[in-house]
């Protein structure tokens, strides 16, 4: 199968987004708490809707954009997932890369199918800088598969 490592990237990418989610907000009760201090100010949890995209922009709730949002994600993990299938000289990384943003991507669709918005709870503040931003497990997935798609890119860079 040569796309078996995109499929795992993509499965497993997927299933731990939407476990940390469930763990987060619904067992440890943030949606109910709002906040948790875990290792204050480096990572704490505070409970967000996000009904845009990365930290809300063009975010407003409606109805219409939700669905384009889901459209518009799921094109570019299908065109994501035949490129890296009909291309045969695509390394591990490569695949892998891939399948984090499509399991990343997908993540965040279930949850706008689930719930109308995405649940974000990752804060991140540091040295005396206060991030006001939330965000989740998927979006690390896809930043990481995004950079890995740039980082396995594999065609040989010509001289200047």
Same mark, same amino acid.
């Given at each position: 199968?040569?796309?078996?490592?995109?499929?795992?990237?993509?499965?497993? @990418?997927?299933?731990?987004?939407?476990?940390?989610?469930? &763990?987060?907000?619904?067992?440890?009760?943030?949606?109910?708490?709002?906040?948790?201090?875990?290792?204050?100010?480096?990572? !704490?949890?505070?409970?967000? +809707? !996000?009904? *845009?995209?990365? &930290?809300?922009? &063009?975010?407003?709730?409606? +109805?219409?954009?939700?669905?384009?949002?889901?459209?518009? @994600?799921?094109?570019?993990?299908?065109?994501?997932?035949?490129?890296?299938?009909?291309?045969?000289?695509? @390394?591990?990384?490569?695949?892998?890369?891939?399948?984090?943003?499509?399991?990343?991507?997908?993540?965040?669709?279930?949850?706008?199918?689930?719930? *109308?918005?995405?649940?974000?709870?990752?804060?991140? @503040?540091?040295?005396?800088?206060?991030?006001?931003?939330?965000? !989740?497990?998927?979006?690390?997935?896809?930043?990481?598969?995004?950079?890995?798609?740039?980082? &396995?890119?594999?065609?040989?860079?010509?001289?200047?």
């Amino acid at each position: 199968m040569a796309a078996r490592w995109m499929i795992w990237g993509a499965a497993l @990418s997927f299933l731990a987004d939407q476990a940390s989610k469930y &763990f987060v907000i619904h067992w440890m009760g943030l949606d109910q708490r709002h906040r948790i201090d875990v290792l204050p100010p480096f990572l !704490n949890f505070r409970y967000g +809707e !996000n009904t *845009g995209i990365n &930290f809300g922009l &063009f975010g407003g709730g409606d +109805e219409a954009a939700r669905w384009i949002l889901i459209a518009l @994600s799921a094109v570019i993990c299908v065109i994501l997932a035949v490129w890296v299938c009909r291309g045969q000289d695509k @390394s591990r990384g490569m695949q892998l890369s891939a399948g984090l943003v499509i399991g990343g991507a997908l993540g965040n669709v279930a949850d706008r199918l689930l719930y *109308g918005y995405v649940l974000d709870f990752l804060n991140t @503040s540091c040295c005396g800088i206060q991030n006001p931003f939330v965000f !989740n497990v998927a979006d690390i997935f896809i930043f990481a598969g995004a950079a890995g798609l740039i980082f &396995f890119d594999g065609r040989s860079k010509k001289p200047a």
